[in-house]
């Protein structure tokens, strides 16, 4: 299925160092190598990275331990204002499985240094001995109509030095199986369709009705019957990413993804895991998961969140291994509150009874369209972090359960005694 999305964004000029601008007239271009970008300087930590310990707001600290009750003792729940007073905090600092709500981590480390304009893009490039070469960055939208226009580009050029019939010779640049899927990823969460392989290469996001179990051979397989279709025959090979490849070449094409908007609406709004997989590596400039969870760790230090037993194994969080803390995330989402893009990381969230994973809870409730949060699910874990229009201001909130037996109706209640007018007077 199709998941391309609309979106209107200002537009913001982003330069990369070391990948020179596209060229038109056939100039030989570098394969693009994701460095850091040039993006405004981001202010200094705020709020939790800068708190006391004590809470300051004990009327709401005593409300959320009358609803948690006796099931405190699976509950992570943080509860910070604008101004980064820890208003209430129960368990905040006790490492927990997330599940999706590790995606605000990979949403906010594309965001800071790929900035809003960034786009996936898939290109098509002619080698010096004629033959060509597609390269991808894992476009969750790269789809058959797509493909279409590769196949007829590749026929148009030949694929071979003066060769006027014969094949097309084409090579897809494509990361090693073993690299598909995180370790930690569960076998049968690999063959549904939310587990698909994480590719560059990506026809419909690696995933029909089920996942699909081989994307460099499915699309080998397309893209040879298209260019058979146009008349034409291809021999299609494959190219590691990981053994290193040439970097003269002539960009012919280039399909670009939705902008930076989309990308993070498709991985918080819609929860997409292989959206937040890539934008994870992406964002790091890595697709070795190794050195991007490395980076994605320093990364999190640098704002002066709290680190203590916080581990980053995935950009999902479908993987089990990960450990996060209501304070690092509350953190997380008060820091971003302060950054360059702040609008643009607070507008991919779902929102309380109207749109993503948020739009069937909370309806006709005060928390109706004040809500804008990150839902987790996985078996036994319930999470949800987001921004609370609360009486005198945004509220940055917490809440991650391993093992609680009502969890949706406990946050709930926590976000709306959270909206209490007078609960916690601003100092």
Not at 197 to 202: G, K, N, Q, S, Y
Not at 270 to 294: I, K, P, Y
């Amino acid at each position: 299925m199709n998941r391309r999305v609309c979106t209107s964004l200002a537009t913001f000029s982003l330069l990369v160092p070391g990948l020179a601008p596209v060229q038109a007239q056939g100039l030989a271009l570098p394969l693009p190598q994701i460095t850091a970008s040039s993006l405004p300087s981001a202010p200094p930590p705020l709020g939790l990275p800068q708190l006391q310990q004590q809470v300051t707001c004990p009327a709401l600290q005593q409300r959320i331990a009358a609803i948690v009750g006796g099931e405190a003792p699976v509950w992570s729940i943080s509860v910070a204002d604008g101004g980064g007073r820890l208003l209430a905090d129960l368990n905040g600092q006790r490492p927990r499985i997330p599940a999706s709500n590790q995606k605000l981590i990979s949403t906010a480390i594309a965001l800071d240094r790929l900035g809003p304009d960034y786009r996936l893009t898939t290109r098509l490039w002619r080698q010096p001995d004629g033959s060509l070469r597609l390269t991808g960055e894992g476009d969750p939208d790269l789809d058959l109509a797509q493909l279409k226009r590769f196949a007829k580009l590749a026929m148009g050029s030949g694929g071979g030095p003066g060769e006027s019939a014969g094949p097309v010779r084409i090579q897809l640049v494509e990361e090693p199986q073993q690299r598909w899927w995180p370790q930690g990823w569960n076998w049968a969460d690999r063959a549904e369709a939310y587990g698909a392989p994480i590719t560059r290469l990506a026809l419909t996001s690696n995933a029909l009705d089920m996942a699909v179990s081989n994307p460099p051979s499915r699309l080998q397989r397309l893209l040879s019957q298209e260019i058979k279709r146009q008349g034409g025959s291809a021999a299609i090979t494959l190219v590691a990413a990981t053994t290193g490849t040439s970097q003269e070449g002539v960009l012919l094409h280039e399909e670009p993804s939705v902008p930076m908007h989309g990308l993070l609406s498709l991985a918080n709004t819609d929860s997409h895991n292989f959206t937040a997989e890539v934008l994870l590596r992406q964002g790091t400039g890595s697709w070795e998961l190794s050195q991007a969870r490395e980076s994605t760790m320093q990364w999190l230090s640098g704002q002066g969140l709290p680190m203590a037993g916080v581990s980053v194994m995935d950009g999902s969080g479908l993987d089990r291994g990960n450990r996060v803390t209501s304070r690092l995330l509350a953190g997380l989402l008060l820091r971003m509150a302060q950054h360059p893009y702040a609008a643009n990381y607070a507008a991919s969230m779902a929102i309380a009874g109207q749109r993503g994973t948020l739009r069937n809870l909370y309806r006709g409730t005060s928390l109706e369209g004040r809500f804008r949060g990150k839902t987790g699910t996985i078996r036994g874990v319930r999470s949800i972090s987001g921004i609370l229009d609360g009486p005198d201001g945004p509220l940055y909130i917490s809440m991650i359960s391993n093992g609680a037996s009502a969890p949706n109706s406990t946050i709930g209640a926590i976000l709306r005694q959270s909206q209490q007018p007078g609960l916690c007077p601003a100092s």
